[in-house]
């Protein structure tokens, strides 16, 4: 009978990794699509295509930077270092934005812009605080129910055409003049 000699296995060194592994910066070169091109900044600059995986809406512009995470050739932007591009949310069809049990406060250290055909404002008491309030429209009308009282430091109104007042009573009252200006003053039926 042959004897079996036992077999040694000799150990080798590990062979070096193919793939490498990215987390670092990189400055947005250029959108194509839904991707975008980036320079990383691994001694290389090696130009990669990376694939958005933000948690918040962001659509990147040239020269901005971002976190990019990548191995094996996939590349993600996990975050935004500095950015100037902007936040969109898009959304299909309706939406809706409820706080419960709380405030809603939009705010911008620039504007508040609304665009739309129609815009409803619905509110059990409506208030408005400005410095300056500039209204123009082809045509506005005001409905009021009980009393609409303006309370102001100095009045004056220009009117292109006919101005018409109708009521049931009218009273005027002057602490010093009234002056009545006219080519002609029509009193009584």
């Not at 150990?11 to 193919?18: E, L």
């Not at 959304?91 to 049990?101: E, K, L, R, T, Y």
């Not at 008491?125 to 005001?142: G, H, Y």
């Not at 009980?146 to 009045?155: E, F, I, Q």
């Amino acid at each position: 009978m042959s004897q079996k000699s036992p077999s040694f296995t000799v150990p080798t060194a590990p062979s070096p990794r193919q793939d490498t592994t990215y987390l670092g910066p990189a400055r947005v070169l250029r959108t194509v699509g839904n991707r975008f091109e980036v320079e990383l900044d691994d001694g290389d600059a090696s130009k990669v295509m990376v694939r958005p995986s933000f948690t918040f809406p962001y659509k990147p512009t040239a020269e901005d930077s971002l976190l990019v995470l990548g191995q094996d050739g996939q590349h993600f932007a996990v975050g935004v270092l500095s950015g100037s591009g902007p936040s969109t949310l898009h959304f299909q069809g309706d939406v809706s934005i409820h706080a419960v049990d709380g405030k809603l406060t939009l705010a911008s250290d620039q504007a508040v812009e609304l665009r739309a055909p129609r815009v409803t404002i619905r509110a059990g008491i409506l208030r408005t605080i400005a410095d300056e309030v500039v209204e123009k429209s082809s045509a506005f009308r005001r409905w009021v129910r009980g009393l609409m009282a303006t309370r102001a430091g100095r009045s004056r109104r220009v009117i292109d055409g006919d101005d018409t007042t109708r009521c049931q009573n009218s009273t005027t009252l002057a602490k010093d003049t009234v002056t009545v200006d006219g080519d002609q003053l029509h009193l009584g039926h």
